[in-house]
């Protein structure tokens, strides 16, 4: 492992960076520096950051202060050519690729070789052919279609495309969440092969275990700041870095927690599977009861979730509503039993955008205020207006277009829905994602007042003290198996997050 | 446009982006409707066919202008009778649009069911079995092409261009490219009968306009193909059958083609294979100068209708005026680019 050069100027400096977003400080000073031939590891929950500064880096967000220096120099990154020109490189999580062209073509996708806009194919595919073999993957055939190769391979053209531009700079951004031990095995050998050639690499990861492994030094953010910077990867103790993570400077209004209720439970979910996502899920939640699901993103939360309201058909298992089996993979049968789902896209998954507010509110049961297909128009209004102001939807107005309502009011009407639905069983996957943290208290409050008035709810979300917060009953779940299960106030966010990461696989 | 995201939003669709990153410019949430007085027209429903009628009172201005014969009652029904057999499919078309789907079968759709309709041996069977069999013909192929692309998950464009092929194939096999005239006297009846002075199939073409307004506009039916268009993926987790409506919504067009393709028997007194060339370019062009959104969620039938009179009075006035019909394909195309340039501004200045 190559260790920092001391002495010459750090390859990168970047100082009191700050992005504003209406409404929120998703950077709200931070400082990373980052020498050549280091392995530099970014480390934050959901919403520390990390996300937003690595998109400053890459030039798609302009920060709003702070400075950014390349080997000493003041630099701006107004676009990402600007960026991909200094010689930086981002490999993102979701590869940015695409599929329906050869390996070659994606290498040098937007700078293709070429001679009088006439591509080169041999001239490519050579070069794309000795980048392969430098990252030690001569297997994979540049004429290959990208699509057909693995998620480990379309990553190995990742770096090749970021090699083929002379980057300097690599950021990664989750490299390992798709890979199997031994792919992730070849990854750090040719991240150790980059940094020993003098490149840098800023490695994003939530499994400590490898940041260990791999990492030079560490920078913790928090809440859009850095909370520690430099510390010696190796040799940081993990609870030193999960104190760092967790202690909060945002505050949490929870509404107090009610007597655990008793009572036959209304959601039974019994060894619920679906092949490659998760297996064998069991719980049960009682009317009244919060039950929370914690876990790391791409855990299968949000799938497990999806897979109870039949939005994904089950492999294996079953779910009883009131004692009554629902049928597998069928929404429509999930909300005739009682359920309703918040889902975690509430945009595109939740919305109908251009819609007004009570169309929106009233779009599962539509049938309610009809007769023989007739919607009667005026009862339906009354209705929503009704359940909006209950859960005091601002501004006030129903018919306003859904699209024009700020984040938490948004979340109120996609509540509402289900509030006029009458439903027993409300899975709620990341109610507060986009919503300010003014409005959040508001739809804590919400939660609990239809916990109390006797609905089950099952929450998902990436902030640890939300889960802690609201539910009466935490499942922690690690890569698709519910790892442990526990009253909330028996954990705290250091241990579920000790549960979440630590034993994770290398 | 509204799909866009804006580049500070986009930043949120990331799943380890900063959950707070995705505020949804709360500075709009509340306070009084900041946008002009233009805009907040143009956004009612009756606003954003302003600008059709005011095509329409132009043509109209024109018309009179340039020919004596234009203002005529005999004329103006000429207009209506032209424009209500297409109108009809664009009734259709209409549904499949909101809902999210195009339609490109229609047009032989009908042919297909005029032909089978009029074959000797239907016509034996007298004029309800020829009503019967062309409705069952166009919603027969309505229902392949919504299972198809509902079920069999095939792209609305490809299943229904696979059933305009197909069903323009098997129409000239039936009736072995040959026109098969209507002889039953009460189908031949229709287009030449008037009631109070106004020939029957402009009465078909305002009872389906009708039925398909009250249909979409105020039925769960309606609301659930604006919602599906709108957004798929949330009226699934909704809990709406958005497969079987999807079927629905292609057995609706079919079903318009079946009640064109006896209106066609009935004017041209045939049932051909050549009935309906490219009237489903025209049922497309008129729905989306109506101002509906091609993706689906937004639209309106008066548009749509319209968009069908603009189109008719434009042929009907080249034809007045002995003009050449190139030059009326070009106008035509013309006012399709400038509809929709003028509908995008309008939306723009309503974001």
Partial sequence: MASPERGAPPLLQMHGIVKQFPGVRALDGVDLDVAAGEVHCLLGQNGAGKSTLIKVLAGAHRPDAGEIRWEGRPVTFGSPHAADVTGIATIYQELDLVP?????ENVFLGHERA?????????????????????????????????????????????????????RLIVMDEPSAVLDPEEVD???????????????????????????????????????????????????????????????????????????????PVLEVDGLGRRGEFADVSFSVRPGEVV???????????????????????????????????????????????????????????????????????????????????????????????????????????????????????????????????????????????????????????????????????????????????????????????????????????RVLDLVMEGSRV | MRDLERPAEAAGTTSTAAPAVEQDR????????????????????????????????????????????????????????????????????????IGGGIDLSV?????????????????????AVMVFCALAVGMGCGLINGVLIAYGRVVPFIATLAMLISAQGLAERISGKRSQIVTDPTIAAIASTRVLGIPLLVYFFAAVVAVGWVVLNRTTFGRRTFAIGGNLEASRLAGIDVRRHTVLLYVVSGLCCGIAAIMIASLTTTGSSTHGTLYELDAIAAVIIGGTLLTGGRGTLVGSILGVLVFTTITNLFILNNLATEVQNIAKGLIIVAAVLFQSRAQRANP
Wanted: one cysteine or more.
């Fill in chain 1, 115 to 167: 001679r009088l806009g006439f591509t080169r194919p041999r001239e490519l595919d050579d070069e794309t052919r000795a980048l392969l073999r430098r990252l030690g993957h001569p297997e994979i055939p540049p004429g290959r279609e990208l699509g057909r190769l693995s998620a480990a391979g379309q990553q190995v053209v990742s770096m090749a495309r970021a090699l083929s531009r002379d980057a």
């Fill in chain 2, 26 to 97: 709360p500075a709009r949430a509340s306070g009084p409707d900041t946008r002009s007085t233009l805009a907040r027209l143009l956004d009612t429903g009756a606003g954003r066919n302003l600008g059709l009628v005011a095509v329409l009172a132009v043509l109209c201005v024109i018309g009179i202008a340039t020919a004596d014969t234009f203002a005529t009652t005999s004329n103006l029904l000429t207009i209506l009778t032209s424009a209500s057999i297409i109108g009809v499919l664009t009734v259709g078309m209409t549904f499949v649009i």
């Fill in chain 1, 100 to 104: 329906g062209l050869s390996v070659a």
């Fill in chain 1, 186 to 264: 070849n990854l750090f050998r040719v991240v150790r092969e980059l940094t020993a050639e003098g490149v840098a690499v800023v490695y994003i990861s939530h499994r400590l275990e490898e940041i260990r492994r791999i990492g030079d030094r560490v920078t913790v953010l928090k809440d859009g700041r850095t909370v520690a910077r430099g510390l010696p990867a190796p040799s940081t103790p993990t609870a030193e870095v999960i104190r760092l993570m967790t202690g909060r400077t945002i505050e949490y209004v929870f509404p107090p927690r009610p007597a655990v209720p008793t009572g036959d």
């Fill in chain 1, 292 to 494: 929370g699901l914690a876990g790391l993103v791409g855990s299968g939360r949000s799938e497990i979730l999806e897979t109870v309201y039949g939005a994904r058909k089950a492999t294996s298992g079953s779910v009883r509503v009131q004692g009554r089996a629902v049928r597998a993979g069928s929404v429509r049968a999930a909300v005739r039993a009682g359920m309703g789902l918040a889902p975690e896209e509430r945009k595109s998954q939740g919305l109908l955008l251009a819609e007004p507010v009570y169309r929106n509110v009233s779009l599962p049961s539509l049938s309610r205020f009809a007769r023989a297909g007739f919607v009667r128009g005026g009862a339906e209004l009354a209705a929503a207006a009704a359940v909006t102001a209950q859960l005091d939807v601002r501004p006030a107005d129903p018919t306003r277009p859904v699209r024009t309502l700020s984040g938490g009011n948004q979340q109120k009407v996609v509540l509402a829905r289900w509030l006029l639905e009458e439903c027993r069983v409300l899975l709620l996957d990341e109610p507060t994602r986009g919503v300010d943290v003014g409005a959040r208290s508001e739809i804590y409050g919400l939660i609990r007042r239809l916990s109390g008035q006797g609905v089950a709810v099952v929450l998902v979300s990436s902030e640890m003290p939300e889960v802690l917060g609201l539910a009466d009953r935490v499942l922690v779940v690690r890569e698709g198996r519910v790892v442990h299960q526990a009253p909330a106030e028996e954990l705290d966010e250091g």
């Fill in chain 2, 107 to 127: 047009g032989k759709v009908m042919a297909l069911a005029s032909v089978w309709a009029t074959t000797l041996a239907t016509q034996s069977y007298g004029p």
